[in-house]
């Protein structure tokens, strides 16, 4: 079997390298050498060039190189073999550093001190709500989302999610489908966005949305932290939402264009937080680790995990 490291952006070669470690029989080639299309078996992907797929006969997987997979959607020739994506605790523990990071960071106004501290301020101010005052809600309780969920919980926040299919998970209060949607954004002051990019979440983020969240709560205004999809937020009617105090401060990893243009006022916005798509990144060490994993399962005619279902885009 080849395995071809198929990436539109950033270095192959770390990856490379990984997997002829974990993989020594086996070739490992990248797109761009020179190798025979019917030797190939396997792709692990990340934003390949649509249509670099679509010439291998002997094609059996492929292999999302993080957790998304809308990336491969985009690829209209995208051969139909079947598709598995990272599930690793390496990735869940980075997401949950990062919300959790920035959860605490919005209830704590770390934003308002440092602006104070620039100015010298020192304000005398007992206002500081505790965790178990704070209601965060995530939206997509799948594995990141669950994961970021229960532990927000166990820091002492009020935790509630949602996700298309009902849940229940302990200490956790679980909303689902249109039907929950209302009564998840209500009881939220820190919406956590954890969703896959599909044609039914495009766009979810949007000034309605924002509308209806809580206003009743001990932080100033309901806050903001996508680390799901750039393209689930509307980001005119997210800076319109800044501006007229609907939302009170967004934390924001992904963009509907990456890298975001120098252009976007999101950037110089006060009251956003803005990192370059890095919540959570997919270390070659680790990650291979799992899809060699994959590949050994299929070698051994063992069922592939984490399939994604094309049907559901997630
Ligand atoms: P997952 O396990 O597939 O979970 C997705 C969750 O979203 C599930 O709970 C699912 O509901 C829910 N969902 C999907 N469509 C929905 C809809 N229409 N309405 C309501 N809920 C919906 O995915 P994951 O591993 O947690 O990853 C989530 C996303 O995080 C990825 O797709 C990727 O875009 C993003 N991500 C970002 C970074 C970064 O660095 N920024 C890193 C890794 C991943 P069900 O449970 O009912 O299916
Ligand atoms: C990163 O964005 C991922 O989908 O793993």
Request: charged share 20%; proline share 7%.
């Amino acid at each position: 079997m080849t395995l071809l490291v198929a990436l539109g952006s950033g270095d192959p070669d770390p990856w490379v390298k990984q997997f002829r470690a974990l993989l020594p029989d086996r070739p490992i080639v990248k797109l761009g050498d020179s190798y025979d299309p019917a030797s190939i078996e396997f792709a692990m992907t990340w934003y390949h060039p649509p249509g670099s797929l679509a010439h291998y006969p002997h094609l059996k997987a492929v292999f999302s190189m993080g957790a998304g997979v809308d990336h491969l959607f985009r690829d209209t020739e995208l051969p139909d073999v079947a598709i598995a994506r990272v599930v690793d605790p390496d990735l869940t523990n980075r997401m949950s550093e990062y919300v959790i990071l920035h959860a605490l960071s919005i209830m704590r106004q770390t934003r308002r001190y440092r602006e104070q501290q620039n100015h010298l301020q020192w304000i005398d101010d007992d206002w500081q709500p505790a965790a178990s005052e704070v209601r965060v809600g995530v939206m997509g309780l799948g594995v990141l989302g669950s994961d970021a969920a229960q532990k927000l919980k166990h820091i002492g926040f009020k935790v509630a999610g949602w996700s298309r299919s009902p849940k229940s998970i302990d200490g956790i209060q679980c909303f689902s489908g249109d039907a929950g949607l209302s009564s998840f954004l209500a009881r939220t002051d820190i919406l956590v966005v954890l969703l896959p990019l599909t044609d039914e979440t495009r766009g979810i983020i949007n000034r309605k949305l924002l509308k209806g969240l809580a206003r009743d709560g001990r932080v100033a205004a309901p806050s903001l932290i996508n680390a799901g999809r750039g393209n689930l937020q509307i980001e005119t009617e997210l800076l319109e939402c800044l501006d007229d105090d609907t939302l009170h401060e967004a934390v924001l990893d992904v963009f509907q264009t990456e890298p975001l243009p120098e252009t976007s006022p999101l950037w110089t916005h006060p009251r956003v937080t803005i990192t370059p798509h890095n919540a959570s990144v997919s270390d070659p060490v680790a990650i291979a680790n799992a899809i060699a994993a994959q590949i050994k399962r299929v070698e051994k005619s063992e069922p592939l995990l984490n399939t994604v279902s094309r049907a559901k885009g997630y």
